[in-house]
């Protein structure tokens, strides 16, 4: 079965790259990928994302355990939380910038541990949010679509415009998994002007998906589904 994707999904600020062949016989894609194979190493690079459904019952808030929101907030967040019009899809926009954030943060260092507390928001202006852990911190920007809260946490806010993002629907019977990797294969390749076939998503190191053209890593890329409802951020590279 196929993923129904949302009519005009968000897609950033970004040229496509094609997939023209240079004298030497390498397409763009070949080259670039070359270029930035070891791109996803480097601390300062990277995207994560998490999607909630507020549509599944696990997001109702009878259905929590009542030290769910001592575990997982901070002391400033649960004074927000009291105070709030809308509690619940706080609580949820709060938990996915966390989750996105803990998602950026594992690919500068393997060993961060998603201690949910840590994580601690902050609401800048234009709806944008830092997320700190100790001395790190990240942006994340929050989209609201329906049922659907989509966190996307990058270095930082200017780079924001690299990212690419698409949100789906799982449809009963379906693999989320798949439906998710078949999304974000779709959109990147419309963007990059290639054909879906030559890209591959596979889990790398620490279980980071990879997205590959050729064979070669390209940018940075970042999966997550819940309830009836997947989405990715793909983070092009630099250059």
Known sequence: MQVRIDANPKVYAFEGVGNRSDRYGRTRVQEI???????????????????V???????????????FDRRVFSADELRRLAVADDARTLRWTLWAAKESAYKLAKRSDPETVF??????????????WTVRHGEWSCAVSVSHEGSAIHAIATPDH?????????????LEGDDPSARVRELATKLVARHL??????IT?????HRIPVLRVDGQPLGHLSLSHHGTLS????????G
């Not at 002007?193 to 030559?198: D, L, N, S």
């Not at 989405?231 to 630099?238: D, E, I, K, L, Y």
């Open 158 to 170: 200017c780079d924001r415009q690299r990212v690419i993002t698409g949100l789906g629907h799982v």
């Open 231 to 238: 989405a990715f951020a793909w983070m092009a590279p630099q």
């Open 115 to 128: 201690a949910h507390s840590l994580f601690q928001t902050d609401l800048g202006e234009y709806g944008c």
């Open 193 to 198: 002007q290639i054909e879906p076939a030559v």
């Open 201 to 205: 998503i596979t889990a790398g190191e």
């Open 33 to 51: 990928g070359a270029d930035r194979r070891q791109e996803s190493l480097i601390s300062g690079f990277g995207v994560g994302n998490d999607v």
């Open 53 to 67: 459904d507020l549509d599944d019952p696990e997001t109702a808030t009878e259905g929590l355990n009542r030290r």
